[in-house]
């Protein structure tokens, strides 16, 4: 039996939460459709990606059903709905397709805080880095832009189910006033609750309150609670450090050649590019946007052209790392824009990219 099944919304999200379960001591393994899933149980915990964060809300009902589908034969303990830690995509219409096919009596426990990102929720308010939601860059992000700080407002716009809150107050004041106040929201007909949490420490303790109270629920969060709550399970091991960050000591000794893949046009990603660059082991190789965005037959040249470049500093004995990137010193494009003038579908334009750099990246690694 698979004792966790959990489904998120891209791929990245889905490596996120697989990367803390697996570093407990959970074997783990990720996937992109139901139909790579091996037969028998090779693992304790399964991660799926629908790929449906810029779904509409009907498409992504029905890929998050499907998945969910398959997962319940595969006779899963625990549930987990993995949600982007800056609230992209539909996160209610999402809860209420895995709720569906759950017990009535199941909650969906929201704990949306990552605290080793820098990510927490406090008085139902997430802030990012010290900033609130909607004033972050994720308000103009070019697919689904989040303008709304409140979560449990934001979720209930996107839910049939009633919405309620664990307060900060509650959490500060231990278990016991946890357990209470989670009781009433229940009594209330809440069967979504959003969880205030500022430290790991305040996500294990409402996931020990929530083991306790014995409660069937469906962990709703970006991987810190699903983690705590395997470890409150006895399925998984606390981690050392407790900050759960990822990082691991490097071996001088080792030797290789990274290669790094950025899309992204954040600050952030651009900053951390610009650092990396400035090593004299790092080369960039750059990709014009505006050139595969169409993925037609004038993309040919540009999938050479950066093709080669990517061979020849793969090859450079000089090069520790590699940078192959779109939107860091290319152009960034309105991809909204885009499709609406070449009357392309929803997603079509940011597919399209990402379709053409997994070529050139594919055909430059099979050389």
């Not at 096919?101 to 010290?130: D, N, W």
């Not at 494009?333 to 940011?350: D, I, R």
Request: include cysteine.
């Amino acid at each position: 039996m698979t004792a966790i099944g959990v489904i998120a919304d891209d791929l990245t999200g889905a490596t996120t939460v697989g990367t803390l379960l697996a570093r407990s001591g959970i074997k783990t393994a990720a996937y992109f459709s139901p139909e790579e899933m091996p037969e028998a149980d090779q693992y304790q915990a399964i991660v799926m990606t629908t790929d449906s964060r810029h779904m509409p809300a009907k498409d992504a009902d029905a890929a998050v059903s499907n998945v969910m589908t398959k997962l319940k034969q595969r006779n899963v303990k625990y549930f987990t709905k993995r949600i982007d830690t800056t609230y992209r995509g539909g996160l209610g219409v999402e809860i209420d397709a895995m709720l569906r096919q759950l017990p009535k009596e199941t909650i969906a426990m929201v704990v949306p805080a990552m605290p080793q990102s820098r990510r927490i929720l406090a008085g139902g308010y997430a802030i990012i880095e010290g900033t609130a939601l909607e004033e972050t860059e994720v308000a103009h992000d070019v697919l689904t832009p989040v303008t709304e700080t409140f979560i449990p407002r934001l979720i209930a716009s996107q839910t049939q189910d009633k919405v309620g809150t664990l307060s900060l107050t509650a959490v500060l004041a231990g278990q016991e006033a946890v357990e209470e106040e989670l009781a009433e929201r229940r009594a209330e007909g809440c069967r979504i609750i959003v969880c205030d949490a500022v430290s790991m420490a305040h996500v294990q303790l409402i996931a020990n309150s929530v083991v306790d109270l014995d409660w069937p629920i469906l962990a709703v969060d970006p991987g810190p609670f699903t983690y705590a709550l395997a470890v409150a399970h006895g399925i998984g091991h606390e981690t050392a450090d407790r900050n759960m960050s990822g990082q691991a000591k490097v071996d001088p000794t080792e030797t290789g050649h990274v290669l790094v893949v950025a899309g992204s046009a954040t600050d952030v990603t651009r900053k951390q590019i610009d650092h990396l660059a400035a090593n004299p082991t790092v080369d960039v190789a750059s990709v014009d946007p505006r050139g595969i965005v169409l993925n037609d037959s004038e993309t040919v040249p540009v999938v050479d052209a950066a093709r080669e470049k990517l061979r020849a500093s793969l090859a450079n004995p000089d090069v520790n790392v590699t940078i192959l990137e779109t939107a860091v010193y290319s152009p960034v494009l309105n991809l909204q824009q885009v499709e609406q003038t070449y009357h392309m579908k929803p997603g079509e334009a940011s597919a399209n990219i990402n379709t053409v750099v997994a070529r050139i990246v594919k055909e430059a690694l099979t050389d």
